[in-house]
């Protein structure tokens, strides 16, 4: 199993909000996706997607990216076919507001992984709204990781114990929820770090969780991490 990222170049052909652009992401790749049979199945289908997106980088100062400049979007995923499709669709592809101008597939290296840190607010919904309040810490901290087993069991077919020691710290990087707007509401979600447990198959389910996203929604943009190696 490999984690594959494509760095996709888009050319921002009206400025918009960081506060939108989420939506206009998903419109952007739901589209090109649309362009081909198998992948418009695999789109619509319920479960699982195994990709996970962040926000185009650099954010500006004012938070509003700026008409005619270009901007790097990650996608990351472990489906090789996926990101091959990506990487050749989305040259040239548009949408109202954005346009592919190129980009570069890589395969992330295996390596020790000491930390693990979300660039995007994981989120964990359920019908109550917002966990806390809801759920204890300890419950929460179940809930990503049992998530994050079944998306692995599911894609490898490998069984993994559901006690396995993920990580030894948990930390949160925000002090309030962090609101993300999706869908004509409001979510809310966390920033966390993760120091991962030295464990192989912890290691393994770290090294996953890069190109499948921690929590909930991560092909809408929510549960991108990134890595830091011993």
């Excluded at 198998?38 to 997106?53: D, P």
């Excluded at 006690?163 to 002090?175: A, G, S």
């Amino acid at each position: 199993m490999l984690v594959f990222e494509y760095q996709c170049k888009l050319k921002f052909l009206k400025s918009i909000s960081h506060k939108t652009i989420a939506g206009k992401i998903n419109y952007f790749l739901d589209s090109v996706l649309a362009k081909d049979q198998e992948f418009l199945q695999y789109h619509e289908h319920k479960g699982y997607k195994y990709y996970v997106t962040d926000a185009p980088w650099p954010i500006e100062k004012d938070g509003i990216y700026k008409e005619g400049k270009v901007y790097t979007l990650r996608i990351r995923t472990v489906k090789q076919e996926l990101a091959e499709f990506f990487s050749e669709k989305l040259y040239a592809h548009t949408s109202k507001e954005l346009l592919g101008v190129g980009g570069k597939l890589r395969i992330i290296s295996k390596k020790h992984i000491q930390e693990l840190y979300s660039i995007t607010p994981i989120v964990i919904k359920n019908e109550e709204g917002y966990w806390r309040g809801n759920m204890s810490v300890p419950e929460f901290e179940k809930r990503i990781k049992t998530n994050l087993i079944k998306k692995y069991k599911q894609f490898t077919g490998k069984n993994i114990r559901e006690d396995i020691l993920l990580y030894d710290v948990m930390k949160f990087n925000n002090r309030i929820p962090i609101k993300i707007p999706y869908k004509n509401i409001n979510l809310l979600g966390d920033k966390l770090s993760f120091r991962i447990s030295n464990e192989p198959k912890a290691q393994e389910l770290a090294y996953f969780a890069l190109g499948v996203g921690i929590g909930e929604n991560n092909s809408r943009g929510h549960g991108f991490v990134n890595y830091k190696y011993l």
